[in-house]
C-alpha cells in the first residue's frame, strides 16, 4: 500500500497513541500510564467489564493465593489507602470489586471498549502504525500496541467424546456464569486438579449430595492460613506500606519471605523439620521455598515433599486416597503449589470420592454422567477445571502481523522468543506485558505488570523524543535473552515438572520453561540497565 493510500484508511479509522489489549490488572493500568503521559489510548476488552481473570474464574473458592497487601496497585498512595482488605488472601468478588472500584476512582472505563475482541492486527512500515481489526468489524489504528491478555485466560477445554451427550448441567471453572449455580442435593463431578479444582471442590462438598473429584496428576497443596486483616494489622500496614512495597518491588516473587536462616544441608535433622512445619504453617506457595535451594538441590526438596506427604497421610484418614492425592511425579514447587482451602480433608467427607484417573481414565459421557474405564458414573452437574493455555495461548489466538510478513504463531513455533518479555523481533511498536521471557507467573502479577507497564512508557517516551516512530527488538539480542532465561531455568528444578509453565499441558505445544526464574528484583534491574545503556538491544528508525 502507497504511504497516501495508508494515510487515507487511517483517517477512516480511528487512530489512537496506544491500542491495549485486555483490560485485567495489567490492562487497567496501561490505560492509566497513557493517560498520566497525555498520549491517547483505547483498550478493548472481551469481558464485559474490567478485571481479566478475577472477571472470568467466578467459580466458588476462587482466591488468589499471593496475599492481598501484596497484590495491589502501588502506584497511588491514597488509592493504597482508602481500599481495606479484609482478608490475608482476597476472594474474587473482593478483587473484582478493587478492579472496578479503581476503574471508576480513575475514571477509566471510559477508555475502555467491552465485549469486543482483537482478532487481528498488522503493523505497516508506511505508516509506523499498527491496523487492528475486531470482532466487531472495527478498524482501529495505533502507533504502539501493547498486549495484557493474561497469561491464564485462554481455557484448555480437552475434547471429551460425547460431552454433548450429557444431559445435565456443565460448567468450565474458568468461565463461571455470574448468575448462581446451585449444586444443593445435586450429584456433582469435578474434572482437574490444579488450584481452580483444589479450591472448588470444599465449596461444592459442603453443597452437594454427592462430589466426585476426577483427577488424572496429584499436585501439592499447602494450607493457605488465611484470616481477617484486623483494624491493627491494617494499621501496622499502612504505617510501613512503602518500606512493605520497596521490599517486595526487589524480592523474587514481588512478596515477603524470607527462607530458613540455616541453609538444608548445614541444618540439624531436628531443624530441618522445625523449618518444614513453619513454612507449612505459615502456609501457600511460599512452602516452595522454606530453604532457599529448595527448587535448585534434589535432595532439599525431596525432604520438603516427605514433609508435605506425611502432612497429607495424617489429614486424610483413608491410606489408599491419601496415597492417590500425593504426587510422586514432580518436585514440590515445580507446579505451583495449590492453596488448601480444606481440600484434602474434604475427602474424609462420606459424600466425596476420588477416581484416579491414572488407574481409571475417562471413556467419554454419555446421557446421565461419565464413563470410565471401569464404571458409568451419574451425575446432574459437571465442573470441568481442567486448566488453561498458558502464556502463550492468548496472544497466538491472535493474528498478528508484522510488517514483512512476519506471523507471531511463526516466531514463535518453536516457543516464545522475546527480549526482555516485552518486545519480540520482527514486531515493531508492540510489547507484551508479564508474559514469557518475563517474572510473569512467578512473582505478585500486579507489581509485575506496574514495573513492565512503566518500562514499556518510558521507551515509548524515549522513541517519540528522539523523533523515532518506531521500535523493535533486535534479533540478536531476543536470542540471547530467550537463549538466557532457558539456560537459568535449566538449572532449576521447575523444569523437571510437566506443567502448564513448560507448555506439558498442550498437545503439541512447544516443550520450553516460559517464565524468567531469577525473580521480579534482578528482572526489574536488567530492565533499567538497559534504559540506561539507551535500549541496547532494541532498533529505533523514523
Ligand atoms: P491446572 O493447574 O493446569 O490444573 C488443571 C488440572 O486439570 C490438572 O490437574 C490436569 O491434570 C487436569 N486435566 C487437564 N486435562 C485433563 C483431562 N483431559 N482429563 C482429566 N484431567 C485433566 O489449572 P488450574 O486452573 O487448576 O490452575 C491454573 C493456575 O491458576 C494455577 O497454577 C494458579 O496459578 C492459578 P494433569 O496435571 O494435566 O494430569
Redesign the pocket.
Known amino acids: 500500500m502507497s504511504n497516501d493510500a495508508s494515510l487515507k484508511n487511517i483517517s477512516n479509522g480511528e487512530d489512537y497513541d496506544v491500542v491495549v489489549a485486555g483490560a485485567g490488572f495489567a490492562g487497567m493500568y496501561a490505560v492509566y500510564v497513557a493517560l498520566q503521559r497525555g498520549l491517547s489510548v483505547l483498550c478493548i476488552e472481551k469481558a464485559s467489564d474490567v478485571g481479566g481473570t478475577w472477571y472470568w474464574n467466578r467459580y466458588p473458592g476462587a482466591r488468589c ?1 499471593v496475599e492481598s497487601i501484596y497484590y495491589s496497585y502501588s502506584f497511588d498512595e491514597d488509592l493504597q489507602r482508602e481500599w481495606r482488605w479484609s482478608e490475608r488472601y482476597a476472594t474474587q468478588p473482593e478483587i473484582l470489586a478493587y478492579a472496578q472500584h479503581v476503574a471508576d476512582r480513575f475514571d477509566l472505563r471510559r477508555h475502555i471498549r467491552f465485549e469486543e475482541n482483537v482478532v487481528n492486527a498488522s503493523f505497516s512500515d508506511d505508516t509506523a502504525r499498527w491496523r487492528i481489526e475486531t470482532d466487531r468489524a472495527r478498524e482501529i489504528y495505533a502507533r504502539f500496541m501493547i498486549l495484557t491478555l493474561g497469561n ?1 485466560s485462554t481455557p ?1 477445554k ?1 475434547g ?1 467424546k460425547d460431552l454433548d451427550q450429557f444431559k445435565g448441567e456443565v460448567y468450565y ?2 468461565e463461571w456464569p455470574k448468575s448462581d449455580v446451585d449444586v444443593s442435593g445435586k450429584r456433582v463431578a469435578l ?8 479450591k472448588a471442590a470444599p465449596h461444592l462438598a459442603e453443597k452437594a449430595s454427592q462430589l466426585t473429584v ?4 496429584p ?1 501439592f497443596s499447602v494450607p493457605i492460613k488465611n484470616m481477617d486483616l484486623s483494624d491493627s494489622d491494617w494499621a501496622d500496614v499502612q504505617a510501613k506500606y512503602s518500606e512493605i512495597r520497596n521490599a517486595a518491588r526487589t524480592s523474587f516473587g514481588g512478596t515477603r519471605h524470607e527462607p530458613h536462616s540455616t541453609p538444608y544441608h548445614e541444618a540439624t535433622e531436628k531443624d530441618r523439620q522445625a523449618a518444614f512445619e513453619r513454612g507449612w504453617t505459615n502456609g501457600g506457595v511460599l512452602y516452595a521455598t522454606v530453604f532457599e535451594d529448595q527448587l535448585l538441590d534434589q535432595d532439599v526438596n525431596d525432604a520438603a515433599a516427605a514433609f508435605a506427604a506425611k502432612k497429607v497421610r495424617e489429614i486424610v484418614k483413608d491410606p489408599r486416597t491419601a496415597d492417590d492425592l500425593i504426587p510422586t511425579d514432580h518436585p514440590i514447587g515445580a ?2 503449589i495449590c492453596t488448601d482451602n480444606g481440600y484434602f480433608s474434604m475427602f474424609n467427607r462420606e459424600n466425596v470420592d476420588l477416581v484416579n ?1 491414572r488407574k481409571d481414565p ?1 471413556v467419554g459421557f454419555f446421557e446421565s454422567g461419565v464413563e470410565t474405564k471401569s464404571t458409568r458414573h451419574e451425575f446432574d452437574v459437571v465442573v470441568i ?4 493455555d ?1 502464556m502463550t495461548g492468548s496472544v497466538l489466538r491472535l493474528d498478528l502481523n508484522g510488517p514483512r510478513g512476519e506471523r507471531m504463531q511463526d516466531t514463535w513455533s518453536d516457543g516464545p522468543v522475546t527480549l526482555l518479555g516485552v518486545g519480540v523481533p520482527g514486531f515493531p511498536n508492540l510489547f507484551n506485558i508479564m508474559g514469557p521471557g518475563s517474572p510473569s ?1 512467578l512473582a505478585n502479577g500486579i507489581m509485575g505488570a506496574e514495573q513492565q507497564v512503566d518500562w514499556v512508557y518510558d521507551l515509548i517516551q524515549y522513541t517519540d523524543d528522539k523523533s523515532y516512530t518506531m521500535v523493535e527488538a533486535r534479533k540478536d539480542a531476543a536470542a540471547a535473552w530467550t537463549g538466557f532465561v532457558t539456560a537459568i531455568a535449566n538449572h532449576t528444578l521447575f523444569v523437571k515438572g ?1 506443567t ?1 509453565y513448560t507448555g506439558a ?1 498442550v498437545e503439541g505445544k512447544p516443550r520450553v520453561f516460559m517464565a524468567y526464574v531469577g525473580g521480579l528484583g534482578p528482572y526489574a534491574q536488567y530492565c533499567s540497565d538497559i534504559r540506561d545503556a539507551d535500549y541496547k538491544g532494541f532498533i529505533f528508525s523514523a
Open positions: 493465593d491464564l484448555l480437552p471429551f471453572t474458568a474434572i482437574g486438579g490444579g488450584s481452580s479444582g483444589n476426577f483427577q488424572r496428576t499436585n507446579k505451583r484417573l475417562i477445571a481442567t486448566g488453561f498458558a507467573v510437566k502448564w499441558n
